[in-house]
């Protein structure tokens, strides 16, 4: 089994900073793409970002140039830099690794439980 556990959200003013954590522990072969996503109240989750296990990097428009992915393949960790933060960045936010348990399964996705960000004065 692998677990993914986020950390990082908080309460933030317009313009203020946060780096989102997710950490991948369990039975860990292999992890490729590492991404982040977002559910905003009543609405569907959406794609913030993605890195390949080659360090590829890709954004939704609406964060590029503000939020920066990372991760550390030897913790198994993905980071969301998020700079210039602003209202309609309030959200839940997930991330999703796929992984690989072992050489002879199948890579799978495997999600974490969020964390809420809120963007507010």
């Known amino acids: 089994q692998v677990q993914l556990v986020e950390s990082g959200g908080g309460l933030v003013q317009p313009g203020g900073s946060l780096r989102l954590t997710c950490a991948a522990s369990?039975?860990?072969?292999?992890?490729?793409?590492m991404s982040w996503y977002r559910q905003a109240p009543g609405k569907q989750r959406d794609f913030v970002a993605l890195?390949?296990?080659?360090?590829?990097?890709n954004y939704a428009d609406s964060v590029k140039g503000r939020f920066t992915i990372s991760r550390d393949n030897v913790k198994n960790t993905v980071y969301l830099q998020m700079d210039s933060l602003k209202p309609e960045d309030t959200a839940v936010y997930y991330c999703?690794?796929?992984?690989?348990?072992?050489?002879?399964?199948?890579?799978?996705?495997?999600w974490g439980q969020g964390t809420q960000v809120t963007v507010s004065s």
């Open positions: 999703k690794s796929i992984v690989l348990t072992d050489s002879r399964s199948t890579p799978r996705d495997y």
């Open positions: 890195i390949t296990s080659g360090d590829v990097t």
């Open positions: 369990g039975s860990i072969f292999r992890i490729y793409t």
